[in-house]
């Protein structure tokens, strides 16, 4: 069974940093892009950050990109968020998912982890 | 950025209607376009892809139709299950800006 476990949130004070994580297990994790997903409260979902089977490409909505850095160690099927110089704006729940194949939907998704980002 | 709206915002149907959700996209996505279910407190689910493709395990009585600008998502007799709120994605775009729709909510009526 496919699973994927986010873990990191918490409260932050606005200018600061958090790095998220998402462990995978139950598939080979080096064989897929791999995504994080935010859905701030009350909103709908907005897809953030992804990141190629080898790190070696990654792509970022235009709103975090300089502050966000999406990472991952295939060696620990783990992948990460660097969150810095947070805004109110970030706070949400991410969700890490997967994107099978040569496609770019999401096919598995974590149960997320939340960030609230203090003024 | 290609904007998706949803449409209603949200749906009242009774138990064993049928539910038929749309989403429209400010501009061509082919049929590079997905469907998700999200309940609170739960990881979302990927329903359709490719706009009329039924991920693995999802009942038939979902269908998907529609390519180009205009989308629908249709539950036919709908379970208890089925109350969520949906959203459509699209994925047409490299590099890549996905984007979701607002979401529509499916209600007990």
């Known amino acids: 069974e496919v699973q994927l476990v986010e873990s990191g949130g918490g409260l932050v004070q606005r200018g600061g940093s958090l790095r998220l994580s998402c462990v995978g297990s139950?598939?080979?994790?080096?064989?897929?892009?791999m995504n994080w997903v935010r859905q701030a409260p009350g909103k709908g979902l907005e897809w953030v950050a992804n990141?190629?089977?080898?790190?070696?490409?990654?792509f970022y909505v235009d709103s975090v990109k300089g502050r966000f850095t999406i990472s991952r160690d295939n060696a620990k099927n783990s992948l990460y968020l660097q969150m810095n110089s947070l805004r109110a704006e970030d706070t949400a729940v991410y969700y890490c998912?997967?994107?099978?194949?040569?496609?770019?939907?999401?096919?598995?998704w974590g149960q997320g982890t939340l960030v609230a980002v203090s003024s | 950025e290609i904007v998706l709206t949803q449409s209603p915002a949200t749906l009242s149907v009774s138990p064993g209607e049928r539910a038929t959700l749309s989403c429209r996209a400010s501009?061509?996505?082919?049929?590079?376009l997905a469907w998700y279910q999200h309940k609170p407190g739960q990881a979302p689910r990927l329903l359709i892809y490719?706009?009329?493709t039924r991920a693995t395990g999802i009942p038939a009585r979902f269908s998907g139709s529609g390519s180009g600008t205009e989308f629908t998502l249709t539950i036919s007799s709908l379970q208890s299950e089925d109350f969520a709120v949906y959203y459509c994605?699209?994925?047409?775009?490299?590099?890549?800006?996905?984007?979701f729709g607002q979401g529509t909510k499916l209600e007990i009526k």
């Open positions: 998912a997967r994107t099978p194949g040569t496609t770019r939907f999401f096919d598995n």
């Open positions: 139950g598939f080979t994790f080096s064989n897929y892009w």
């Open positions: 990141i190629r089977q080898t790190g070696s490409e990654t």
């Open positions: 501009q061509s996505v082919n049929s590079d």
């Open positions: 490719g706009a009329s």
């Open positions: 994605q699209q994925y047409n775009k490299w590099p890549p800006q996905y984007t």
